[in-house]
């Protein structure tokens, strides 16, 4: 009992000095630029290549690793000129969707350059092993261990005795002030995203070193880690980093020991959820004051609770036309589009549908994130819920879809405002934590709740059934019930907008404070808004279901929720007309690049890119 | 009066759409205290910005020791042998006292460590108090405390030129005869200051010429010992 007890923990400590440095990376750019860079992940599976592409030339694998991080560095500085600087004015969540543009196309990119399979990754120390009681280390644990804590506490020895350091400290604390004190503020993040990028590098060879492989998709598991143990010690303080991935890397040990592998991510997400509903700020977030973030960056870190603000604090000067049209003047194009199936092909109506249910998702995202400003990176579970509900309802039980329908919407309904409830108290980027750990947490349900959803096989043959004595079996039929639908969710949400509920959630998005203040009963209006996005949602789940015949947690990935917020974004925050027009156009783009075949998700990234760079109030305009 | 230390020249800014300043012009001779006065939204605290590079001017021209510093970054124009005591004081809260006081010395970087040991020392001898709190976090003073702490912050630098924005704000009467007898003593030592402020009478007792503004543009200005009684002086407080 002792030694799995003593190897887990030593398992835990090593691999929490993977995610320590990982979180360090995130918490140096959280405290200097304000940003959640999703790019650290990508940085990571970066550095990792590098170093494997040098040990292939022949160098030794010291020497390799050194110039990969150097290399690493340099990307990091150049993500934050791609992904931060032209983006100063725009709204606060246009970078970090830049950001994640970025990673979509550095990972793409490694699958072309290294292609996507694993490769081994040479481990010199691996052989040699030392035992501690019954467990046991080998060199790769101590050397990764050692490296780590070097790193560490080099970083600290540099934040707090350096020039630079305490400049990087003091623009983390006030930027404006720090200027007035001669400080080069832009150079101050360039320095930031630079170390970043050497601390991401660093650890993506150590854990090369420790799996022993390379492959592109390592950059998004160990991302999220590095981030959930960012948040679990405190956005912006750097003891806390330390201590979150420590923290993180026992405790998923110690469950995976005890409770088994697959509960290994679920207890981690679990965990960070626990830790943000009793303390939103992290375990060292306030109160400690060699923080690095400090007073910007304790809890919301947008010095409004507005995410339509710009980074700079003041509202986006930038000229906003809106796009309002007539509610008629959509169902008359939702009623043009129901002319498709006579002159498309099978396909084109299979892609319309899809391009309708993407509709219906990215305007009920609109309506959580957009009107009420809770931004969500976990929509895709309760998309995935919707599905399902109708998968097993239909499929298992024989329900009819005049029965499955309200039962996915309400019932999804429900599940999202209970959801939702451990991120409504909370303000800023602690918001888009707490739905990335809830959105984790249902896909890892999905994939692991295997009596029942058949965990990674998914469910096939979901029968479509008949609707009020209409078989539903034809695509045709599908397609006019998923419109239909969507005309009547963006009739609902367009009633809502226009009513004083709608008012008052854009007056909770603009200002929470002032909202409690005025005396708006808050966190009812919050409830109601999650529970009217997951009944959306739960439709488009359904109709989902009933489309592909098939559901399987694949469909329900975080890149999912990633595609809806900027939908949302593209979209104009808020603007129902914008998100239809950006739900169809983004569920599109990826059949329309088709063209480009392996480059696809590189183009999928340069046009998001491009959309954010030169439409940061989105393609609608925010309302 | 031939060769100004700072010369702002006929410069306009804005916010966005917003129009904060229209043609000002304020010259600052070496050695000379100069104040700029106003009401809420003159655009005192804007012609300040505009020096320190905070804010661009989109016409005029704004030139220290004959040099163009428009268009510079504020790091650009701090390393110029400028030092400012920023509006709200603005300490470094979660520092210590004794790295604020390091920061402040940020400019100075590439000078020997002795004489940056040194003027530490002479900091705190000119606020004792700080020196009692030096290990304390900067946010846990009052905030005369703070304001003691962001003037001995510019001190640091030691600057040729002191750009200051409202340093009695929110303090008490007391904390603000404090501050004003440690200007005195600067001005006394031939420290060229640019100041805005609030409070007229403190003001015009310290500076040697004044400049009075009201919607972003200049309306008097003048020795600081004739505008004292000037009934424009009144009416831009007064909104008249």
Not at chain 1, 309 to 314: I, T, V
Request: glycine residues 12%.
């Amino acid at each position: 009992m002792i030694e799995l007890f003593l190897s887990q923990l030593l398992n835990g400590l090593v691999i929490g000095s993977v995610y320590a440095l990982i979180a360090l990376g995130f918490s140096l750019v959280f405290g200097v630029a304000n940003l959640i860079n999703f790019a650290q992940g990508a940085l990571l599976m970066l550095g990792a290549f590098f170093a494997f592409t040098l040990i292939q030339w022949g160098l030794p694998i010291v020497v390799a690793g050194l110039l990969s991080i150097a290399a690493t560095a340099a990307v990091g500085m150049l993500v934050e000129r791609l992904a931060l600087r032209p983006l100063r004015n725009a709204p606060a969540i246009a970078p970090l969707l830049s950001t994640l543009a970025l990673a979509v196309i550095a990972d793409a990119g490694a699958e072309l350059i290294w292609s996507a399979e694993s490769q081994p990754f040479p481990s010199p120390l691996q052989s040699f092993v030392v035992f501690v009681g019954g467990a046991f280390l080998t060199g790769v644990d101590i050397a990764t261990f050692l490296v780590a804590l070097a790193v560490m506490g080099g970083l600290m020895l540099f934040l707090s005795r350096s020039w630079t350091g305490r400049a990087l400290r003091a623009t983390a604390q006030d930027p404006e002030a720090a200027a007035q004190m001669g400080i080069d503020v832009a150079l101050m993040r360039q320095v930031a995203f630079g170390l970043a990028g050497a601390l991401g590098a660093l650890a993506g060879i150590l854990v090369a070193m420790y799996y022993q492989s390379v492959f592109p998709q390592m950059g998004v598991p160990f991302g999220i880690k590095g981030f959930a143990a960012a948040l679990l010690g405190g956005l912006a303080s750097i003891p806390g980093a330390v201590l979150g991935g420590f923290l993180l890397g026992i405790f998923e040990n110690l469950a995976s020991g005890y409770v088994g592998e697959g509960s290994r991510d679920l207890i981690a997400y679990s965990l960070l959820l626990l830790v943000l509903m009793v303390r939103p700020q992290g375990l060292l977030g306030t109160g400690r004051l060699e923080a690095l973030g400090g007073v910007a960056g304790a809890s919301g870190a947008i010095p409004t609770t507005s995410i339509i603000a710009s980074l700079g604090g003041a509202t986006a000067r930038t000229r906003n036309r809106v796009l309002q049209p007539k509610p008629w003047m959509v169902l008359a194009v939702i009623a043009l589009a129901a002319l498709v199936p006579a002159i498309g092909s099978a396909y084109v109506v299979q892609v319309a549908a899809g391009c309708a249910v993407f509709a219906m998702l990215a305007l009920s995202l609109t309506l959580l994130s957009g009107s009420a400003g809770v931004i969500s990176i976990g929509h895709a579970a309760l998309f995935g819920f919707g599905a399902y509900v109708c998968a097993i309802l239909a499929r298992n039980h024989g329900w009819p879809p005049a029965a499955i329908l309200p039962a996915a919407a309400f019932g999804t309904a429900a599940m999202a405002a209970l959801a939702t409830l451990p991120a409504i108290r909370l303000t800023g980027h602690a918001v888009a934590l707490a739905t990335l750990a809830v959105g984790q947490v249902g896909y890892l349900l999905f994939l692991n709740w295997i009596e029942l959803t058949r965990g990674p096989m998914g469910i096939a043959g979901i029968p479509r059934g008949s609707l009020f004595g209409l078989s539903m079996q034809p695509l045709d039929r599908q397609y006019w019930l998923a419109l239909g639908l969507l005309a009547l969710c963006y009739l609902v949400a367009h009633r809502l907008l226009e009513s004083p509920i709608g008012r008052t959630w854009r007056a909770i998005r603009e200002d929470r404070p002032a909202a409690h203040a005025a005396g708006v009963p808050v966190l009812r209006y919050l409830v109601l808004v999650a529970a009217t996005s997951g009944l959306i949602a739960g439709l488009a789940g359904a109709q989902f279901a009933w489309l592909q015949a098939f559901v399987s947690p694949d469909s329900f990935l975080l890149e999912t929720s990633i595609v809806l917020i900027a939908m949302v974004v593209l979209g104009g925050m808020g603007n129902i007309a914008g998100a239809v027009l950006a739900g169809v156009l983004l569920a599109l783009l990826p059949e329309a690049l088709r063209a480009f075949d392996e480059w696809r998700m590189i183009v999928y990234g340069l046009v998001l890119l491009a959309l954010l760079r030169f439409r940061p109030q989105g393609l609608g305009g925010v309302k | 009066m031939a060769d100004p230390f700072l010369s702002i020249e006929a410069i306009d800014v804005f916010y966005g759409p917003v129009q904060a300043l229209f043609g000002v012009s304020v010259t600052v001779g070496a050695g000379e205290v100069v104040a700029v006065l106003g009401g809420n939204a003159s655009g005192k605290s804007t012609t300040v910005k505009a020096a320190l590079g905070l804010v661009q001017p989109r016409q005029g021209r704004i030139l220290l020791e004959g040099q163009r510093i428009d268009g510079l970054g504020t790091h650009q124009v701090i390393a110029r042998g400028v030092a400012s005591i920023p509006e709200g004081r603005r300490v470094f809260a979660e520092m210590t006292v004794e790295e604020n006081l390091r920061l402040g010395a940020y400019a100075r970087r590439g000078d020997p460590p002795a004489a940056l040991a040194a003027a530490l020392e002479e900091a705190f001898g000119l606020f004792p108090r700080l020196a009692e709190r030096r290990r304390q976090a900067a946010g846990t003073l009052s905030g005369g405390e703070q304001q003691m702490l962001a003037m001995a912050r510019a001190w640091m630098r030691r600057p040729r030129l002191l750009c200051i924005d409202e340093p009695s704000m929110g303090l008490s009467p007391l904390f603000v005869d404090h501050v004003y007898d440690v200007l005195a003593r600067w001005k006394a030592a031939g420290l060229t200051i640019l100041m805005v402020e609030q409070n007229a009478n403190m003001a015009l007792q310290l500076a040697d010429r004044a400049y009075v503004l009201r919607n972003g543009a200049i309306v008097v200005q003048g020795a600081a010992a004739e505008l004292a009684g000037d009934p424009e002086l009144r009416k831009a407080y007064l909104g008249g």
